[in-house]
């Protein structure tokens, strides 16, 4: 494959000492000239995947609280762990988050990018940029951020997934030897914080001599985007019976799929098709509709039609359980929004 040509250990040198001064001050990173910890960098990156910065601090924050090892996160509940990671989204990073800590918790970690890759849940990404930080492996480390700040060093002329092997030599061009795991985090706070998706900063930023889209005041322009492909449509039923002492019935989910594992009130799968409602009810009762809510997903926008009932206070719990309120500790986020639709049908106040 051809190469992208750009900038290079100058280019490389020049953002180290701008990442000196400017670096994000962030809670998983070590201070300057101290070691970062494996354990920190990878919990922060399973959870960074697909994830703001600003929406994990918290739930990084309570994860090393209770789980200040990973020795410590090995020998949680499985429970336990899938609520505190409730509201986060992607429950799969959950799941291997575990199994991943299992794993490892009878070592260490593994201390090569090729070793990593062989963790549950640990891809090409996040094994290079733990190999780069935790353990300073001079590999490049290409997350959504750098790809853009690439893609514009390089006017590069193709969606950057397309071209993954030209953007690691791009960025590898530029990697300084000694401090590979500071010039991992300098990319990536570049990308965060001057090389935005909407108005980059050139004026700010280190790499501006070597930028080739800012030589031609084109940066709007890349990265080049790939076509978009349509969300699904997809509708739902689901049904809230609330006991007289506020607890609601709710079940847990297949641990593999969508939202695996979590616990969920009962209805219909969602699909294309609109849902016949009653046909899901756990048990007869006088339903009662409560509204719809919306929720998006990456690649579908959901609709679910919600109905709730007053149960006896002696109902069964037909493959599932009474929870007391608030449930919504260890509830996605889709599944409060049902709960909270019907719970503001049902309190007559
Ligand atoms: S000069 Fe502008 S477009 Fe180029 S890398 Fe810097 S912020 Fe991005």
Redesign the pocket.
Known sequence: MATLGGPGREAGAALLAWYDRHRRRLPWRAAPGERADPYRVWLSEIMLQQTTVAAVKSYYAVFLTRWPTVADLAAAEDGAVMAAWAGLGYYARARNLLACARVVAGGAFPATRESLRALPGVGDYTSAAIAAIAFGEPVPVVDGNVE??VS??TRLDRPPKTAKRAVEDAVAAMLPADRPGDFAQAMMD?GAT???PRS???A?????PV????AHGD?QD?PVKAPKRARSVWHGVAFVPVRPDGTVLLRRRPARGLLGGMAEVFGSAWGATPQEPLAHAPFAADWTPAGSIAHGFTHAELTVDVYRAQAEADAPAPAGAWWALPADAGLPTVMKKIVTRALAMHDPA
């Not at 930028?211 to 800012?214: D, G, I, R, S």
């Open positions: 853009r700040v514009r060093l570049l001057i090389c935005t980059p900063a050139c700010l930023c280190p790499l501006r930028c080739a889209a800012a940066m890349y």
